[in-house]
C-alpha cells in the first residue's frame, strides 16, 4: 500500500465528530490537600517512582502446565498468587468495609478506572493522594483500564470474561434495539455517560492519565474489548488495534511516570484479545508479551468450554517471569482451569452481586439462603468457615435480614462470599506448593458440583 493510499484509509477511520464534556483533572484552588498516611514502597519526594518496587517471583510450577504459585511485590505490599481479587467497583467493596476485608484475609482490592473518572471524578482521586489512602486500604490496588465498561454501552455485555454460549442468541450480548452509547474507531472510543448523558472520549493517553491520577500499584493498557458474536474480520482487527493501543499506553505511562514525581511507581499490565481464535491469541499474545509492560491481562470474550485452553495458549507466548492476571472469572470451574494453566490472579464481581441476591458459595455448591427452608435454621451458613458471618451468626438470621431488605444481610452474605473465593485461592496455592493440586481439584469440584450447582 502506498503511503498516501494508507494515509486516505487512515482518515476515513478518524474520531466521529462530537462535542465533548470538559472534565476536571485538578482540584480547585484553595482545596486543602490531606496528609498521607502511607509510606508505599519507591516513592521519593522530587523523584519518578522507583520501577524496581514492582516485581514476581516464582515459587512452585505445576508439572507440564502454566500454573505456578509465586509473589507479586507491589509498593503497596506482596501478593502471594495465585490470588482472588475483590471487586471495589467504586472504591469499596459493596456493603463491606476495607476493615472487614482486611479480615476476610484479602491481599488486594480492583476498583475501576471508568466508574471512578465518571464519580468522584479523576481530580478528587488525585487530591486524595491516590486510591489507597482515598479508600484508607494500605494493601495493594488494582485499576482496569474502563475499555469493558466504555465498549459495554455499545453493546449489552454479559459482566464476565468466560461466556456459556450455548443456546445464546446474538441478541444476548447485542443489545439491539438499545440506543448505541459507544462507538470505536482507530483512536479510541466516545461515548455516552450512563451517569449524565454527556459525551465523553477514552483513548489510550486518557485511560492512562485517569488512571495516573487514581494511583492503584498496577493498571491495565487499554484495549478494544470483543464479543464472541463479532466476525472473524473484527476480531483481527481488533487485536491489531489493541496492540497500537498497547504501545501508546506504554508511551504515555511512561511519561507520566517521569512527570508526576513523589510517587510510587505503578505497574501496567497489557492485555491479550483474541476471542476464541487459538492463531490470533497467540498472535496478540506474543505482540503484548513483546512490549514493556510489568504484567498481562487474560481479557475478552472466551466461551466457557474452551477457557483452559485459551489461557494455555496465550501463557505458551507470553514471558513466564511476569504475573497475569485473569479479568472477570466467572465462576468455580473457570478459577480452577484458569489457575492451572497459568493465571496469577482473578478478579470477579459475581460474589458479591449474588450474595446481595441471597446466592452464596459453600463447599457443596451455591444455594440461596432466602429460601423458607433455612427460616428456623440456626446452624451458620457454612459449618466450618472461618468468615466472620459464619464465626457470629446464624442462617434463619440472614435469611431474615435480606428478606427484611435489611442492609445488613448484604453486608454478611457478601462477607461469606467474598471469605469463599479468597479461601479457594489460598486453599488452590496449598496444594500447588503442597504437589495435591489434581486431587484437591478434582474432588472439590466433584463435591460443589454434585448437586448440579451453577457458579
Ligand atoms: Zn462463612
Redesign the pocket.
Known sequence: MTETKRRKRKKKKSAPQFTYVQVDTRAPEGTVLPKPKFSPLGAQPGQPGDRSAFGFEIHTRLDGKHGRTGVIHTPHGDIQTPCFIPVATQATMKAVTREQMEDNGAQAMLANAFHLYERPGEAVMNAAGGLNEFMNWDKPTFTDSGGFQVMSLGQGFKKTLAMDVEGMKSDDVIADGKERLAFVDEDGVSFKSPLNGGMHRFSAEISMRVQHNIGADIMFAFDELTTLMNTRRYQEQAVERTYRWAQRCIAEHKRLTEERVGKPYQALFGVVQGANYEDLRRLAASQIGSLDFDGFGIGGAIEKRIMGEICSWICDELPENKPRHVLGIAAVDDIFAGVENGGDTFDCVAPARTARNGAVFTKDGRWNIKRAAYKFDFS???ED?D?Y??RNYTRAYVNHLLRAGEMTGATLATI?NE?FFIHLLEQIRESMDGGYFAEFRDAYLARFYANGSRG
Open positions: 451458620p451458613i457454612e468457615c468468615c458471618t459464619c461469606h471469605r
